[in-house]
Structure formats: C-alpha cells, structure tokens
C-alpha cells in the first residue's frame, strides 16, 4: 500500500501560487493520485485527481512527474477562503489510507 | 451530485453503551468506508465494505464492527463505548474503479462520557 509523505504546515499570502508536494515512493501500477481538502467540521472533498503528466481544472492542478513517485498540487491565486487541510490519497478502490495532511493557512 | 448522509452530527453516549453510526449513500456505490479523524492524526481507516455482506478491516479495527446488509446503507458498531472513541467519524463511498473519488458524509461528532 502506497504510503504519503506531505509538509504538515505551509502559510501563504493572498494572490499567491502555492504548491503543495506529496511523495509516494512505493506507488503501484494501478494507483491513482487524488487531491482532497477540507474544512473545520466537515468532510474531506475532492479537488483533483490524476494518473501521470500534468492535469488541471478550474481551481487546481496537478503535475506528476514520469517515476509518479510524487506529485504536486497547485492552487492559482489563493485566497482566505483556501485555507484548509489538503490530503494527498494514492490507492485504487479498496484499502485507502490518508496521510496526515498539509494544513494551509493563507494570510491577508 | 452524490450524497452521502450519517444519520447523526452530534451524539452524545455513556462509556459501555453499544452505538450505531449509520451512513447512507444514493450513488449505488460499490465501495464504503469508515474512517474516525482525532486531531493531529488525520484519517484512519477502520473499516471498508465492498460489497454487501463484505467487509475488510482497516488500520484500526479493534472496538468496532460493521454491518453491510444493503448496497446504499454502511454501519458503523462500537459494541461498548470507551472514551478512547470519542472522535469524528466520517463515511465515504466511491465507485469500484481505481480513478473513482471518495465522497464523505459530513461527519458524526461522538463523544462517550
């Protein structure tokens, strides 16, 4: 099972591009990468999900490099409203383990 | 959009009580699962169901069980409340396909006094 690694903690300022990392070295050949985040009192919600190169939707993307043994969230232009707990999730359909998380804090 | 609905936001039981978690999902989702979230510790999976009647235990198991007698319905067991259980619970279910998401209920807060 693919175990992540992400930094617990990053600030940012408004405007600003944050990117955000997760490593998985022992990731399988079936594995999906998928991006959560979530807010005080309620469940975790997805943001984006990829398999390898580069993705993106209308709040994020995702770059996967070609060893897919980590990967990196991006999120344009933060603002207050961002702050909150980003979970990297690497798995398939049945045993998905979260990681601890990256809290982000954005600042005025 | 998918909804996933836990029975309770708040609950309040004493320690020994048994106490059932329920969580419904509307999607037909093949796939569910329980995790309980304490602060600092992230998601821990308990339990995960992948079809009716089928379970698989999780990273923590031990004082909980599960029943799975219909597709859309997940429950959730602790056959006698502790305090070490006071946490939030949080169900998810997806698709059996590995690029399929997990969608979470909002959660329910138990507190065992």
């Known amino acids: 099972l693919a175990k992540t690694t992400q930094p617990i903690s990053m600030d940012s300022y408004e405007g600003q591009e944050v990117n955000i990392t997760c490593s998985h070295n022992?990731?399988?050949?079936?594995?999906?990468i998928t991006w959560y985040q979530q807010f005080p009192s309620q469940g975790p919600r997805f943001i984006i999900q990829?398999?390898?190169t580069k993705v993106t939707n209308e709040v994020a993307s995702l770059f996967i490099p070609a060893d897919r043994k980590s990967s990196t969230l991006s999120l344009p232009r933060v603002s207050l409203s961002d702050t909150a707990v980003y979970y990297c999730l690497v798995g398939g359909y049945n045993k998905l383990i979260f990681g601890a998380g990256t809290r982000l804090a954005v600042h005025p | 959009d998918v909804k996933v609905t836990q029975s309770s936001r708040y609950l309040v039981k004493r320690t020994g009580e048994k106490v059932f978690l329920e969580c419904v999902q509307d999607m037909d989702h093949e796939n569910m699962f329980w995790y309980r979230q304490d602060p600092g510790l992230g998601l821990r999976l308990i339990y995960f169901?992948?079809?009716?009647?089928?379970?698989e235990k999780g990273d923590i198991p031990e004082g909980y069980s599960v029943s799975r007698e219909k597709k859309e319905r997940f429950s959730l067991i602790l056959e006698s409340a502790s305090t070490n259980q006071t946490s939030m619970y949080l169900c998810?279910?997806?698709?059996?396909?590995?690029?399929?998401?997990?969608?979470f209920g909002n959660g329910t807060r138990l507190t065992v006094t």
């Open positions: 990829g398999y390898k």
């Open positions: 022992n990731i399988a050949t079936n594995d999906y």
């Open positions: 169901s992948y079809d009716v009647k089928m379970k």
């Open positions: 998810a279910s997806k698709w059996q396909t590995s690029n399929s998401p997990l969608h």
